[in-house]
Nanobody
Framework: VQLQASGGGLMQPGGSLRLSCAASGFTLDYYSIAWFRQAPGKEREGVSCISGSDITTYYADSVKGRFTISRDNAKNTVYLQMNSLKPEDTAVYYC?????????????????WGQGTLVTVSS
């Protein structure tokens, strides 16, 4: 049972990257999945969450309007499309199971973590 994050890399400011979070050993269908990030010397930040039940999405203010979270249950994968990247988006990005839905909001209570993928935004 694990989550595998991938898709990080080096990108210039203003560019785009798509991160993937693939599940193995279990079915993602009814799980809420969140993306977190941690930059050097900074606290971990919740970036986005997508619910498993009602496909509600949540975003940190710092990425709202630039990042889009989505899921493809047939591929057992959640994606994070990151557009208009900024240097301050540089961080290790992690996906994790969490709790978020329309009724209770986003719990910010990650449980099962994937390994991180490094995103570097620099010219």
């Amino acid at each position: 049972v694990q989550l595998q994050a991938s898709g990080g890399g080096l990108m210039q400011p203003g560019g785009s990257l798509r991160l993937s979070c693939a599940a193995s050993g279990f079915t993602l269908d009814y799980y809420s999945i969140a993306w977190f990030r941690q930059a050097p010397g900074k606290e971990r930040e919740g970036v986005s969450c997508i619910s498993g039940s009602d496909i509600t999405t949540y975003y940190a203010d710092s990425v709202k309007g630039r990042f889009t979270i989505s899921r493809d249950n047939a591929k057992n994968t959640v994606y994070l499309q990151m557009n208009s990247l900024k240097p301050e988006d540089t961080a290790v990005y992690y996906c994790a199971t969490d709790r978020c839905n329309r009724v209770r909001g986003w719990a910010h209570a990650p449980d099962l973590w994937g390994q991180g993928t490094l995103v570097t935004v620099s010219s």
